[in-house]
């Protein structure tokens, strides 16, 4: 059933398309519902030509570097979610998705740096259990590196100070 509905809609973003050729949101929808049933590489194709009408369009290589990621394209993965990082580096899932195409490519270091920035990022907004959660990514890759152990300890005092607070 769910199936059919992305079909409907793969139809109905086609038929908006046809009308407004420069619809982003079409675009964006028929590249999902197309992720959605599998067609996975025009689903690529649609979001290039979505982003030749909006070049500095953060969803747009997030979703290129999820497709990317599905594909088992992990260096294009990492290009894209690192492209959007450059227009938008508050978005914090940027840096766990951009950490996980590093760990595919055995780039450790670098997966670990971006685990670390989307915790320091979580941490700012006193998303205490996020913020560990992605510290605990970091410190599989590497029980003892130093970085990620200090933020592991801000983030336990931090929360042990909020806990405190709400008593």
């Not at 294009?76 to 950490?99: H, Q, V, Y």
């Not at 410190?139 to 005092?157: C, F, N, Q, T």
Request: charged residues 30%; negative net charge.
């Amino acid at each position: 059933m769910q199936s059919q509905n992305h079909v409907a809609a793969l139809e109905s973003f086609r038929e908006v398309r046809k009308r407004e050729p420069r619809n982003l949101v079409a675009l964006l929808g028929e590249s999902a519902a197309l992720g959605e049933i599998g067609h996975l590489k025009e689903a690529l194709k649609v979001l290039d030509d979505a982003l030749i009408l909006s070049p500095n369009n953060v969803t747009v290589f997030y979703n290129q570097g999820i497709l990317n990621m599905q594909l088992g394209r992990f260096r294009a993965a990492e290009s894209c979610f690192s492209s959007a990082i450059a227009i938008n580096p508050e978005w914090a899932d940027l840096f766990w998705s951009r950490g996980t195409a590093y760990d595919e490519l055995a780039e450790w270091d670098k997966a670990i740096s971006d685990y670390n920035d989307r915790a320091k990022t979580r941490l700012s907004m006193q998303d205490y259990d996020g913020a560990m959660a992605d510290i605990e990514e970091a410190l599989r890759l590497d029980p003892v590196h130093p970085k990620a152990s200090g933020i592991k300890k801000e983030i336990e005092e931090l929360s042990e100070t909020s806990s405190r607070g709400r008593r």
